[in-house]
Each structure stands twice: as structure tokens, then as C-alpha cells.
């Protein structure tokens, strides 16, 4: 059973996207009303490598994790240290791998993967190949993160500028099972390259069945509604609800192409 039937077979506990205005208000309404400003750090963007715990029940584990602070403070630049979302997302496919998300046959390529990793995690989750991609200004030291962490099967960091494609197309060498985006929207101006970017690596597969995943931590709703306009010109959009007790500030989507 291909990745795209299971997630098609959960679609009854997930909620369809269909507007972007009314999903924002649905979104936010809750996050306002959440007393936001509590949220506990799970991440420290002033050091130069974090030991970070994945708790997924019994599929949980520790990952060091090199960051570059100082890429951060260039104009645009987020990549260089974690986000909670990061691991936020990386727990959910911990969780999700003990019950039926059988990842041992998925081709994975992540967008935008910064320190890399939801892309490592999945490779220690037992994936089949994973390909992290970023900006060549981040290779750095999401190579190093990668050299580190490779063990059994494939673990790949390349080069994919959003608005170009990639330079190394080894990532599309193979169709692609499950395409991962993690908290990669910060301003509106990436919502077109981004979308591009997943529509461009989606459209490997001949049949159809890529799934995207996207993890975003919740911030202006203006820039949210126009990144879920943007996916629903191109991809069918559901939201996989989040556990109000793990996150109030995050949302999870599962998209494929119409």
C-alpha cells in the first residue's frame, strides 16, 4: 500500500481545507484564545549544536543537531537554527511510525530543511532514502548534520533553490513518495517558489500519489491565509488535527496535486 492510501484511508478523522479565510479564522480563533504567550521553548537558537530529544513513545530518541546563528541574522535567512515546529514535526512521525505509517518504502524529500532535522529523523525512523534541501548558503552545515547522522539506508543533503529547482537532480531521480515541509513559511514573498517547489518535486510521480506534508508554526495570519491560497490553486488540502495539549500554535496539512 503506497503512502498516498494510507493517508486517504485516514481522511475521515482529518478536516478538508477548502477556503483559505475560513480556515485562518478557524485557526487563529483558537490560537488567540489559547494564552499563546506561554509556550515553553523547545529549542536554543544562541548555540552552535543542540542536543535534541525526540519523545515519540516508544520510537523516541536524542539527535545532535549543528545550527549556524550567525546566518540567521541575514536579511531573510531562518534556516540557520531550529524551530519548535521542527520538532514538533519530527515527534508526529515518531508517533505515527509505531501505528501504520510504514516508512521503510518511502523515497522523502524535504524543502527548505534547514539544520536538517525533520530529514534526519525520518532517515532514524527507517526511511527508505531522504533527501534534506536547502539554499547553498545553508549546505554547510546541513551537510555536516547529515554526515553525522547517516547510518542504514540513504541520507542525501543537495542544493534546491526554490525559485531555480535544483542543480543536483539525483533528488528527482526517483518519483517521490512523501515531500516534507517544516515551518518554512516566514513571509509571504516565498509563498509562490515554495509552492512551485513542492508542486515541481510532487509531480515525479507519474500516478499522482506524492503527499506533501507541511508542519507551520502559527504566526501572521495574513501570510497564512496567503500560503493556503496558494496550495489550493495547485494541491488538495486537509488539515491533520493537532493535539491541543502538544501545540495550540502549529498546524499540520496533508496536500497532493488535483
Avoid at 518504502?105 to 536547502?134: M, Q
Avoid at 500519489?209 to 500560503?227: C, T
Wanted: aromatic share 8%; hydrophobic share 40%.
Amino acid at each position: 500500500m503506497s503512502f498516498f492510501d494510507i493517508i486517504n484511508r485516514e481522511l475521515s478523522s482529518f478536516v478538508a481545507v477548502t477556503d483559505a479565510e475560513e480556515e485562518v479564522c478557524e485557526l487563529y480563533s483558537v490560537y488567540y484564545s489559547s494564552g499563546h504567550k506561554e509556550r515553553v521553548d523547545r529549542v536554543d537558537a544562541s548555540l552552535s549544536e543542540l542536543e535534541i530529544e525526540i519523545n515519540g513513545g516508544q520510537r523516541s530518541f536524542t539527535l545532535t543537531i549543528a545550527q549556524n546563528p550567525h546566518i540567521n541574522g541575514e536579511l531573510g535567512q531562518t534556516g540557520g537554527v531550529l524551530w519548535n515546529s521542527s520538532v514538533l514535526l519530527s515527534e508526529y512521525f515518531a508517533r505515527r511510525s509505531i501505528s501504520n505509517w510504514d516508512l521503510s518504502t518511502l523515497n522523502i524529500v524535504e524543502l527548505g530543511s534547514g539544520c536538517g532535522l525533520v530529514g534526519i529523523a525520518l532517515h532514524r525512523l527507517g526511511a527508505k532514502r531522504v533527501v534534506v534541501t536547502d539554499q547553498r548558503r545553508m549546505m554547510k552545515v546541513l551537510a555536516k548534520n547529515v554526515d553525522r547522522a547517516r547510518s542504514k539506508g540513504q541520507l542525501f543533503a543537495t542544493e534546491y533553490d526554490w525559485d531555480k529547482g535544483s542543480e543536483d537532480m539525483s533528488v528527482l531521480s526517483e518519483p517521490v513518495d512523501l515531500v516534507v515541509v517544516s515551518d518554512c513559511v516566514y513571509h509571504e514573498e516565498v509563498v509562490p517558489m515554495l509552492v512551485g517547489a513542492m508542486r515541481e518535486v510532487c509531480q515525479s510521480r507519474a500516478d499522482g500519489k506524492a503527499v506533501g506534508i507541511i508542519g507551520q508554526e502559527l504566526r501572521s495570519d495574513l501570510v497564512h491565509q496567503a500560503f493556503v491560497e496558494a496550495l489550493l490553486d495547485s494541491f488538495i488540502v486537509y488539515r491533520i488535527p493537532v493535539d491541543p495539549s502538544v501545540d495550540t500554535f502549529y498546524t499540520l496539512y496533508a496536500v497532493w496535486l488535483k
